[in-house]
Protein backbone atom coordinates (compact mmCIF):
# COMPACT_ATOMS: atom_id res chain seq x y z
CA UNK A 1 0.00 0.00 0.00
CA UNK A 2 1.35 3.46 -0.89
CA UNK A 3 2.27 5.72 1.89
CA UNK A 4 -0.06 8.73 2.15
CA UNK A 5 2.56 11.36 1.08
CA UNK A 6 2.33 9.27 -2.16
CA UNK A 7 -1.08 8.63 -2.93
CA UNK A 8 -3.28 11.33 -4.49
CA UNK A 9 -6.12 11.95 -1.95
CA UNK A 10 -9.88 13.55 -3.21
CA UNK A 11 -12.28 15.59 -1.73
CA UNK A 12 -15.68 15.95 -2.02
CA UNK A 13 -18.28 18.54 -0.37
CA UNK A 14 -21.61 18.37 -0.45
CA UNK A 15 -24.87 19.58 0.79
CA UNK A 16 -28.37 18.03 1.05
CA UNK A 17 -31.73 18.20 2.27
CA UNK A 18 -33.15 15.49 4.26
CA UNK A 19 -36.51 14.09 2.23
CA UNK A 20 -37.87 13.30 5.68
CA UNK A 21 -37.68 13.43 9.46
CA UNK A 22 -34.78 12.04 11.19
CA UNK A 23 -34.43 11.21 15.09
CA UNK A 24 -31.35 11.62 17.09
CA UNK A 25 -31.67 7.70 16.92
CA UNK A 26 -31.61 7.69 12.91
CA UNK A 27 -28.54 9.98 13.34
CA UNK A 28 -26.77 8.00 15.53
CA UNK A 29 -27.36 4.77 13.29
CA UNK A 30 -25.96 6.77 10.17
CA UNK A 31 -23.29 7.81 12.30
CA UNK A 32 -22.02 4.16 13.12
CA UNK A 33 -22.69 2.89 9.66
CA UNK A 34 -21.25 5.81 7.56
CA UNK A 35 -17.95 5.34 10.13
CA UNK A 36 -17.72 1.55 9.82
CA UNK A 37 -18.13 1.60 5.46
CA UNK A 38 -16.18 4.61 5.08
CA UNK A 39 -12.86 3.26 7.43
CA UNK A 40 -12.70 0.26 5.01
CA UNK A 41 -12.42 2.47 2.07
CA UNK A 42 -9.78 4.60 4.01
CA UNK A 43 -12.75 7.54 3.82
CA UNK A 44 -12.38 10.60 6.40
CA UNK A 45 -14.27 13.31 6.81
CA UNK A 46 -17.17 15.44 8.41
CA UNK A 47 -20.58 14.91 8.38
CA UNK A 48 -23.28 17.96 9.92
CA UNK A 49 -26.89 16.56 9.96
CA UNK A 50 -28.70 20.38 11.05
CA UNK A 51 -32.07 19.42 10.93
CA UNK A 52 -32.90 19.69 8.10
CA UNK A 53 -29.45 19.44 6.14
CA UNK A 54 -26.62 16.96 5.02
CA UNK A 55 -22.73 19.21 4.99
CA UNK A 56 -20.23 16.76 4.55
CA UNK A 57 -16.90 16.44 3.61
CA UNK A 58 -15.30 13.22 2.37
CA UNK A 59 -11.58 12.54 1.77
CA UNK A 60 -9.35 9.70 1.06
CA UNK A 61 -8.73 7.93 -2.13
CA UNK A 62 -10.22 9.50 -5.42
CA UNK A 63 -12.05 5.96 -6.36
CA UNK A 64 -13.02 5.35 -2.76
CA UNK A 65 -14.49 9.12 -2.16
CA UNK A 66 -16.51 8.97 -6.11
CA UNK A 67 -17.80 4.95 -4.67
CA UNK A 68 -19.17 6.88 -1.37
CA UNK A 69 -20.28 10.02 -2.90
CA UNK A 70 -22.24 8.02 -5.63
CA UNK A 71 -23.61 5.95 -2.85
CA UNK A 72 -25.05 9.14 -0.90
CA UNK A 73 -26.85 10.21 -4.05
CA UNK A 74 -28.91 6.71 -4.49
CA UNK A 75 -29.69 7.07 -0.88
CA UNK A 76 -33.29 8.16 -0.48
CA UNK A 77 -33.09 10.43 2.32
CA UNK A 78 -30.95 12.58 0.65
CA UNK A 79 -32.98 15.41 -1.51
CA UNK A 80 -31.55 18.38 -3.15
CA UNK A 81 -27.85 16.80 -3.36
CA UNK A 82 -25.43 19.67 -4.83
CA UNK A 83 -21.86 18.84 -4.92
CA UNK A 84 -20.11 22.32 -3.48
CA UNK A 85 -16.61 21.53 -4.12
CA UNK A 86 -14.29 18.72 -6.04
CA UNK A 87 -10.53 18.76 -5.60
CA UNK A 88 -7.43 16.99 -4.89
CA UNK A 89 -5.54 17.81 -2.09
CA UNK A 90 -2.25 17.08 -0.27
CA UNK A 91 -3.36 16.40 3.27
CA UNK A 92 -6.00 15.21 5.04
CA UNK A 93 -8.47 18.13 7.01
CA UNK A 94 -9.57 15.46 8.87
CA UNK A 95 -7.44 12.61 10.06
CA UNK A 96 -10.75 10.56 11.35
CA UNK A 97 -14.31 10.21 10.85
CA UNK A 98 -16.58 12.77 12.59
CA UNK A 99 -20.35 13.74 12.83
CA UNK A 100 -22.16 16.87 14.96
CA UNK A 101 -26.10 16.47 14.21
CA UNK A 102 -28.52 18.59 16.28
CA UNK A 103 -31.91 16.40 18.01
CA UNK A 104 -34.97 17.34 16.09
CA UNK A 105 -36.96 16.82 19.72
CA UNK A 106 -34.56 19.02 21.83
CA UNK A 107 -32.62 21.34 19.79
CA UNK A 108 -29.19 21.73 20.62
CA UNK A 109 -27.67 25.37 21.50
CA UNK A 110 -24.09 24.67 21.63
CA UNK A 111 -24.38 22.40 17.34
CA UNK A 112 -21.84 25.61 16.80
CA UNK A 113 -19.73 24.43 19.60
CA UNK A 114 -19.25 20.78 18.83
CA UNK A 115 -19.10 21.18 14.60
CA UNK A 116 -16.03 23.78 15.93
CA UNK A 117 -14.09 21.72 17.93
CA UNK A 118 -14.26 19.06 14.86
CA UNK A 119 -12.89 21.55 12.52
CA UNK A 120 -9.25 22.39 14.07
CA UNK A 121 -7.28 21.46 11.14
CA UNK A 122 -9.90 22.63 8.44
CA UNK A 123 -9.05 25.14 6.09
CA UNK A 124 -10.89 28.71 6.30
CA UNK A 125 -13.69 27.78 3.37
CA UNK A 126 -14.31 24.28 4.74
CA UNK A 127 -14.51 25.77 8.11
CA UNK A 128 -16.95 28.69 6.82
CA UNK A 129 -19.12 26.24 5.50
CA UNK A 130 -19.74 24.34 8.30
CA UNK A 131 -19.72 27.04 10.85
CA UNK A 132 -22.41 28.85 8.88
CA UNK A 133 -24.62 25.13 8.34
CA UNK A 134 -24.50 24.45 12.42
CA UNK A 135 -25.90 28.37 12.71
CA UNK A 136 -28.14 27.63 10.71
CA UNK A 137 -29.82 24.60 13.22
CA UNK A 138 -33.31 24.70 14.24
CA UNK A 139 -34.15 27.78 16.49
Known amino acids: MKSEQAMSLHQIMYISSTTGPLSSADCAVIARNSARRNSADDVTGLLLFNS ?3 LQVLEGPKDAVERVYAR ?3 DGRHGALVKLREKTIEQREFGEWGMAYDDADHPSQSLKDK ?4 LDKAGPSTRAHFIGSAEMHRN
Request: proline share 0%; glycine share 0%; charged share 30%.
Open 115 to 118: VSAL
Open 52 to 54: RRF
Open 72 to 74: IAR
